[in-house]
């Protein structure tokens, strides 16, 4: 039987989210690698450069998720969907946890920093693309109050990792938000 790490039995502690800064990119960039080899959170191969990370997501509404323990388990992030006008109010995020950090409430503190943020500043839509695989990731939106609007039949091609060569589908989620618009 393999042994584990502390890291990999500890519980998650005095978890607090707070703005995504440069200074977090190693960890945030470790999480986005653990998701990315996993084959079921991106089309991604790659972690991009913090450069390209930076300049693709609002600024406003990134968050970490830091335990007092474990430190960096999570990070959440939103992009706009379209430049045009009608549309500004509408966005499309990715949450990672750590796998250390699954299952203990993690991704639901990061979806709630993220609703916050965006109904503050008047953002009504926030959307995702979802692998059906990824079952955790559509039982936690959908306990953050995200319907399923849809299936997208073979949207991508997969190049790289364990599901190289596959076409998948993408279950789009969406949280319309209850006090803006």
């Given at each position: 039987m393999p042994e584990t790490s502390p890291r990999d039995t500890a519980p998650v502690t005095a978890l607090?989210?707070?703005?995504?800064?440069?200074?977090?990119?190693?960890?945030?960039?470790?999480?986005?690698?653990?998701?990315?080899?996993?084959?079921?959170?991106?089309?991604?191969?790659?972690?991009?450069?913090?450069?390209d990370f930076d300049a693709a997501r609002l600024a406003?509404?990134?968050f970490v998720a830091l335990d007092a323990d474990l430190g960096l388990v999570g990070w959440v992030a939103c992009s706009p969907t379209s430049t045009r006008p009608v549309y500004r109010g509408v966005v499309e995020h990715s949450v990672y946890v750590d796998p250390a950090a699954r299952g203990r409430g993690v991704g639901?503190?990061?979806?709630?920093?993220?609703v916050a943020s965006t109904e503050a500043a008047g953002i009504w839509t926030i959307q995702?693309?979802?692998?059906?695989?990824?079952?955790?990731?559509?039982?936690?939106?959908?306990?953050?109050?995200?319907v399923e609007v849809g299936v997208r039949r073979r949207l991508?091609?997969?190049?790289?990792?364990?599901c190289d060569g596959r076409?998948?589908?993408?279950?789009?989620?969406?949280?319309?938000s209850?006090?803006?618009?």
């Amino acid at each position: 039987m393999p042994e584990t790490s502390p890291r990999d039995t500890a519980p998650v502690t005095a978890l607090r989210t707070v703005p995504l800064a440069a200074t977090h990119w190693p960890w945030v960039a470790a999480v986005y690698a653990a998701g990315i080899e996993e084959g079921h959170a991106t089309f991604e191969t790659e972690v991009p450069r913090w450069e390209d990370f930076d300049a693709a997501r609002l600024a406003d509404h990134r968050f970490v998720a830091l335990d007092a323990d474990l430190g960096l388990v999570g990070w959440v992030a939103c992009s706009p969907t379209s430049t045009r006008p009608v549309y500004r109010g509408v966005v499309e995020h990715s949450v990672y946890v750590d796998p250390a950090a699954r299952g203990r409430g993690v991704g639901r503190a990061l979806l709630d920093a993220l609703v916050a943020s965006t109904e503050a500043a008047g953002i009504w839509t926030i959307q995702s693309g979802i692998f059906p695989e990824n079952v955790a990731s559509l039982a936690l939106h959908r306990a953050a109050g995200f319907v399923e609007v849809g299936v997208r039949r073979r949207l991508g091609l997969m190049r790289g990792g364990p599901c190289d060569g596959r076409w998948r589908d993408v279950v789009l989620m969406e949280r319309r938000s209850e006090v803006v618009g």
